[in-house]
């Protein structure tokens, strides 16, 4: 008996995909040709499970630096999906302006994808490597987190923010201290490893709160990045002692007005993560280590799964919603997370 006969049916027959015709235009489901693997390194996936990632929106609006540089396209960059062996693999676009995962099948690169166990959650994996990803690739490889030394999470009550805690804690920082805007969200992060949390607005408490931190992970940037920066190098005990600054995310501002005197006044190392940051070897040997957590559940992001015939209102949601949306391309089994495990 066929074990994937949905493959098969699919040989140089149609699939349903998502495409954007126009840079902030709604998406639209439409029917495309089903590719097939021609290259050496090609690797067939149905698709089991899509994230509908910030990335993913801002990409599609025209304003990420990722963004594709025509149009239509295929969005989404990561997602869970099963080979025609039967294993069930995370997969990741890497290209600078690769994509194209919301579709029932697609095409990608087998050196860019992680095999995950059995029994792992498609929805959850697809919900929570993305947001885990900056901060883990961040502590254990760009500044290599040792244990005992202490993390400041600017914009710690987003999703990303909340697994740079989680992960902060599992890897052993001292201090993990969470600063973020939602005061109900932020009341949450002590029960997933932050020592303290700081209202981001609170600038010169938190610039006592984190003097003397080793490590900055910034998902807001702009104005209050530039006040927090001045306000902790103002309060550093051993100005010699390394910070090291990292620019994530700009929920705030593209740009920040740095204060030169803090630059001037203490050891400051200021380094951007994202895609370019980090060769694609890099990335794929920090999410294969980065795998075994999230299946296992010790790093869980709220998800919420919807066919793929959603993605219109779905798009819409994604802004307002705290938890993840999820897409399904094709049939799985019954989410975990929606079973309440």
């Known amino acids: 008996m066929d074990k994937h006969p949905r493959s098969e049916r699919m040989q140089g027959l149609t699939m349903k995909a998502v495409t954007v015709a126009s840079f902030g235009s709604p998406p639209k489901l439409v029917e495309l040709p089903a590719p097939s693997a021609v290259g050496a390194h090609d690797l067939l996936l149905d698709v089991l499970a899509v994230g509908l990632h910030p990335i993913v929106l801002a990409q599609a609006d025209g304003s990420h630096y990722t963004s594709p540089r025509a149009v239509p396209f295929v969005p989404g960059i990561d997602g869970v999906g ?13 290209g600078s302006r690769d994509g194209g995962a919301m579709a029932e099948r697609i095409v990608v690169n087998a050196r860019h994808t992680v095999p995950l166990p059995p029994d792992a959650d498609p929805v959850a994996v697809a919900a929570t490597m993305n947001p885990a990803m900056s901060a883990w690739l961040v502590l254990r490889g760009r500044t290599r987190l040792r244990a005992g030394q202490d993390v400041l999470v600017l914009g710690a009550t987003g999703n990303s923010g909340r697994m740079a805690v989680r992960i902060a804690a599992l890897l052993n920082a001292r201090r993990v ?20 949390v700081v209202a981001i607005g609170e600038t010169q408490l938190l610039g006592t709160t984190a003097a003397d931190v080793d490590v900055v992970l910034d998902y807001v940037w702009g104005t209050p990045t530039a006040a927090i920066m001045a306000a902790i190098a103002a309060r550093r005990r051993d100005p010699s002692h390394k910070l090291t600054w990292v620019e994530i995310g700009s ?84 989410s975990k997370m929606e079973a309440g495990s």
Do not use: K, M
């Open 177 to 196: 201290i969470a600063a973020g805007r939602d005061p109900g969200r932020l009341a949450e992060l002590s029960a997933l490893g932050a020592t303290d």
């Open 251 to 334: 929920a705030a501002s593209p740009d920040a007005p740095l204060p030169s005197a803090a630059l001037r006044s203490c050891r400051i190392d200021i380094v951007g993560s994202g895609r370019g940051a980090l060769s694609a070897d890099e990335i794929v040997a920090g999410l294969a280590d980065l795998a075994g957590p999230v299946a296992a559940g010790d790093l869980v992001v709220e998800a919420e799964a919807r066919p793929l015939a959603d993605v219109a209102p779905s798009w819409q949601d994604a802004a307002r919603l705290t938890s993840r949306i999820v897409l399904l391309p094709g049939p799985t089994a019954p």
């Open 82 to 94: 099963r080979d025609t062996d039967g294993e069930l693999r995370y997969f990741i676009f890497l």
